[in-house]
């Protein structure tokens, strides 16, 4: 039948076409989003920088020591105590329980004890080496008598040397000034610094009217309190006779110290000394020292054997000599 509209039918739903274009797209995005927020991410952030994880550490079998390293305990520095120097100084003889002097050996020499001082040694003259001089019976006395030159009118000088160290070179050269002028040299020697080898040395070079004294064992100064005085004379004394064949009757004070002191005359008696030399003139380094120059009868000049000049210093004071008139003498004809 034309014109006629048709029955309707039963309602029909919304349609699903808008319905998948709105939510296949927010799925993706929530997919999207749960995977970023559950995988790792793999890429590297410009924003910041992943530090790798740490190492794991390998687990150390049972009854080994971890491999952990232990830190290093802090060891205090060990310190060392400062040695303690023996002093220089000769313990007195007569100290209980100390090293005594007379252990002390020289060269090959051992060096006996002075012994007490009650009584002096009475001065006994010894034989003295060919060509040395003897102590002079007209001049000799017991008196202990301090020296600096000798009161003379005779036109004579006294050539001493002291000590006993000595280079072989200048030593050899200076022997042969003193063969060659026939010098009577009285040598005063430290016997700590003497040895077999030296001995025909100064054997020698007092062979020309001269002698072999006492200048102590240590060379110790007289004028300080630690130096034990009739240890080092008498100890010397004993030292030298027994090197030399010959007891020395003069002194000469290490330094010059304490010379006219009382107590190194009680010493120097005790011991067998009782003449104190000591001098006027030295020479040292070939330059001449004079308490009043020029050159006098009587002047007792002081060498030493260490002297690198000790030669050019024994012909300057021979020509002085020789200026005024002078020649050496044996001081021990005179003593």
């Known amino acids: 039948m034309a014109g006629r509209r048709a029955a309707p039918g039963p309602p029909r739903g919304p349609s699903l076409g808008w319905l998948v274009a709105l939510g296949v797209p927010a799925i993706l995005v929530v997919a999207a989003f749960l995977l970023a927020a559950v995988a790792p991410s793999s890429g590297t952030s410009d924003a910041a920088t992943v530090s790798p994880a740490p190492e794991a550490e390998t687990a150390a079998p049972s009854g080994a020591p971890s491999s952990t390293p232990m830190p290093s305990p802090t060891m205090p520095s060990p310190t060392m105590p400062s040695p303690t120097m023996p002093s220089p100084t000769m313990p007195s003889p007569t100290t209980p329980g100390s090293t005594t002097p007379g252990s002390t050996t020289s060269g090959s020499m051992a060096l006996p004890s002075a012994g007490p001082m009650e009584d002096s040694e009475t001065i006994v003259p010894t034989e003295a080496a060919e060509g040395q001089s003897e102590r002079n019976p007209d001049t000799a006395s017991d008196d202990v008598e301090v020296f600096y030159s000798v009161k003379t009118e005779d036109p004579v000088f ?33 016997e700590s610094v003497l040895s077999e080898s030296t001995n025909d040395y100064f054997t020698d070079v007092t ?28 100890t010397a004394q004993e030292a030298l006779e027994k090197r030399f064949g010959s007891r020395p009757w003069m002194l000469r004070p290490p330094y010059g110290a304490a010379a006219n002191e009382p107590h190194v005359a009680t010493a120097a008696e005790h011991c067998g000394v009782n003449r104190i030399v000591m001098w006027n003139v030295l020479v040292d380094e070939n330059e001449v020292q004079y308490v009043a120059a020029p050159l006098k009868p009587g002047d007792i000049v002081l ?33």
């Open 207 to 234: 062979s020309y009217g001269g002698s072999i004294q006492n200048h102590t064992v240590k060379h110790g100064s007289f004028a300080v309190p630690e130096t034990d005085v009739k240890w080092e004379i008498c």
């Open 303 to 335: 060498f030493h054997w260490n002297d690198p000049y000790l030669a050019e210093g024994l012909e300057q004071v021979l020509k002085l000599g020789r200026e005024q008139g002078l020649t050496p003498a044996p001081l021990e004809d005179y003593l």
């Open 158 to 190: 006294f050539i001493t040397v002291d000590d006993g160290f000595f280079d072989e070179a200048p030593a050899q050269k200076a022997l042969e000034v003193i063969q060659d002028n026939q010098i009577p040299v009285t040598t005063f020697l430290t």
